[in-house]
């Protein structure tokens, strides 16, 4: 334990997802190293991060605007949605450049164990916005991108059960498999059977 200011930042580092204590020591020490301007920008970045920082009202993403960037961008195919967990989420996907349409954002899982059902996420909104196209185009896929663990599983399930009755609504999900450049010898038999089952013909 160390006395006072260094021990209390050291405290909150360590609440961080991420940081065990020994990351949290190890970044303390190193703003204390570092000139007064970097702490600045850094205390700066924090506050603009609590005050300015909002929730698109469409999707649920990070935005800086009551829209997010691409909610407010015509050239997005309005007809595609792409259902994630979280804001982080919509990044990896948009790194690969394979969609185009626009996302959701649930804000979680559904983890009854800590008490997150479907009041507890977006799903009501999703709801709405698919009941209500306001643009005047249709949403024809649902593209459920969650985790692929217990509670992605169960909140797609849950999707599913809530979406199949939508007219002309195609629900989809994202496929499953073998990493590029991976073994099959150190595949998970879960991960290899999902590859077996998700098979695409070559010819």
């Known amino acids: 334990m160390y006395e006072g200011p260094i021990q209390d930042l050291i405290d909150e580092l360590a609440k961080q997802p991420g940081l065990g204590p020994k990351g949290a020591q190890r970044i303390a020490f190193h703003l204390l190293s570092v000139e007064n301007s970097e702490i600045d920008r850094l205390i700066a970045a924090l506050g603009r991060v609590r005050d300015d920082v909002t929730f698109c009202a469409e999707c649920g993403n990070v935005s800086a605007n009551r829209l997010c960037r ?31 349409g626009r996302y959701h954002v649930l804000g979680g899982a559904l983890d ?15 709801l709405r916005r698919l009941a209500n196209q306001t643009d005047g185009v249709d949403v024809t896929e649902v593209i459920v991108a969650t985790d692929p663990n217990t509670e992605g599983e169960a909140t797609a399930t849950y999707l599913l059960r809530m979406l199949k009755d ?19 010898e150190f595949a998970d038999e879960l991960t290899l059977g999902r590859a077996l089952s998700g098979r695409r013909i070559l010819a």
Do not use: W, Y
Request: charged fraction near 30%; hydrophobic fraction near 35%.
């Open 70 to 100: 691409i909610c407010s961008d015509a050239r997005r195919d309005a007809t595609k949605i792409c259902v994630v967990e979280e804001p982080k989420d919509v990044h990896a996907i948009e790194r690969t450049k394979e969609f185009d």
């Open 112 to 126: 009854p164990l800590s008490g997150i059902g479907p009041d507890q996420l977006r799903i009501r909104e999703l």
């Open 166 to 184: 939508f007219p002309g609504l195609s629900v989809t999900r994202l496929a499953s498999g073998l990493p590029m450049g991976g073994d099959l």
